[in-house]
């Protein structure tokens, strides 16, 4: 059981690290450079659907675990 637990964070954690490498890379290859609108938005709305989905998997990974 507490092998399962240490997995399912590192199937959290992986992802989240490969998609903060990823912002990472496209904010210093100039994406945001531009100052156009449209793409802080786009930026701001991408950030906010990634933070949402690590909330919900963490809360079902929670939930399962105290069950």
Known sequence: MKITK???FLL???PLGLFIRYLDLQV????LA??????H?????VL???????LSAIL???KKTNS
């Open 41 to 45: 938005f786009k930026f701001i709305g």
């Open 60 to 62: 079902y990974f929670d």
């Open 12 to 14: 959290i954690l992986i």
């Open 48 to 54: 906010v659907v990634v933070v949402a989905v690590l």
């Open 28 to 31: 210093f290859d100039g994406f």
């Open 6 to 8: 240490r997995l399912g």
């Open 34 to 39: 531009d100052n156009q609108t449209k793409d």
